[in-house]
């Protein structure tokens, strides 16, 4: 018997959403940058990590939790749920616990879309929307963007009586365009019943907009309504993987039961729970970005590039050319940002606002590499 199989073999064994996929493309990590181009010092702006690290609270108590990881954690994050809830005035049974928001993204198209079911997102919108929607088997159906951001208009027409799922990130990740309160409104209000929308709110502390909607609030009103939000951004817990989603108790019951049992570990439960108290933290990060993104976008206008107006942690610049020969330039100077070209954007880079040290060192390499061609 032979039990070798080639990967061609391997590859029409696959589930057929599956075979169309490219996987996800993360930023490049610091030790490999160093290892592969024998540089030193290399600093990562590329996956919208928190410069400023997660507060000394979650920090300790993570530590604190360490002693206890030979026990399986709380399956149902008891004290997370419970510390959620009051923070956002919900019931603990409308609360979903991920492994990083992600997971809720997944058990949204796991629980409720099949093969036949159509799923609605945006061009240029989060790379996992088509991962879970291919790994189901359904279609996705990908509406195309005004001004780098959603087009709901365009997005209600796309939905039909076979879709079950709408995609929002707002703000959007790579472009960091955002949606006002109202238009999102309208947008629910035109939703069929049939439709479930998950509003993708992975910025949400970030965002200055007094008309960015919170859509938590929103939930007596839309009952097909999912909103996530995350740890990974601006708690700084991104290694950690702990993340949301908030939706009817109805809508959190079938989450919980695709849910495996411990998703989410008891390090990742126990800094979670400790980072929603250290409200000056928070407050530190937003104001570090904020001054941050004045520092990049300054920069830019200087240098005449254009950029992408983003309220989220990471501002898209347009290179006015190719941009894959500019990251690999920067790659070279030991700085690490992202190219959007699987995000159908490949005059772009995508640069996470980091400390002013690092923003400084990025736009000096920036600087020389546009002067250099
Ligand atoms: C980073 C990000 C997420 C989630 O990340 P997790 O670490 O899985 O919580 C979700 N949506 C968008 C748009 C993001 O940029």
Redesign the pocket.
Known sequence: MNFRMDSMQVFDLAVPGVRELEPYQPGKPIEELEREYGVTHAIKLAS?ENPLGPSAQAVSAARAALSDIHRYPDGNGFALKTALARKLGVTPESITL??????I?EFLARAFVQPENEVVFSEH??A?YPIVTRAVGAKPVVTNARDWGHDLAAMQTAVNARTRLVFI?NP??PTGTWIKARELESFMQAMPGHVLVAI?E??FEYVPAPEYPNTIGWGMRFPNLVT?R????AYGL?GL???YGVSSPAIADILNRVRPPFNVNSVALAAATAALDADAHLADVVQTNQKGMGQLTGAFTKLGLKFIPSVGNFVCVDCGRPAAPVYERLLREGIIVRPLANYGMPNHLRVTVGLPEENERFIKALEKVIREA
């Open positions: 919208n991920g492994n990083g928001s992600s997971d993204l919108a989060f996992l990130a959007n990740n993708d992975a910025y996530t995350t740890f990974s951004k991104a993987r702990v993340g």
